[in-house]
């Protein structure tokens, strides 16, 4: 009943900039936290960032510097702007969700229900 909707991705060449874009719909309670994760052919799906509602951010080790995550709670949508990239970050992005919902009642759920998006592809060429 939630659905994440991703644009951007494409083809850049290396050292140059995408802008991803991520909004979640759906019966949602509240989006606790939004981000990216990466998975490229042969590799383990990575954490690339993170962002929670009240702002808290976490990065992976090897996009720190290059890429920076935001939110607009609002819209419950998540941004990810990607400078400096390179042919080793090329892969497919998900968009993921953490979200809370509540009962018919209105009562809410206890824990957190994860969501992902289908993927863009990101290809860095040298």
């Known amino acids: 009943q939630v659905q994440l909707v991703e644009s951007g991705g494409g083809l850049v060449q290396a050292g140059g900039s995408l802008r991803l874009s991520c909004a979640a719909s759906g019966s949602i309670f509240s989006v606790k936290s939004m981000g990216w994760y990466r998975q490229a052919p042969g590799k383990q799906r990575e954490l690339v960032a993170v962002i929670t509602s009240g702002g808290r951010t976490n990065y992976g080790d090897s996009v720190k510097g290059r890429f920076s995550i935001s939110r607009d709670n609002a819209k419950n949508t998540v941004y990810l702007q990607m400078d400096s990239l390179k042919p080793d970050d090329t892969a497919v992005y998900y968009c993921?969700?953490?979200?809370?919902?509540?009962?018919?009642?209105?009562?809410?759920?206890?824990?957190?229900?994860?969501?992902w998006g289908q993927g863009t592809q990101v290809t860095v060429s040298s």
């Open positions: 993921h969700a953490e979200v809370q919902h509540e009962d018919v009642s209105g009562t809410l759920l206890s824990g957190a229900y994860d969501y």
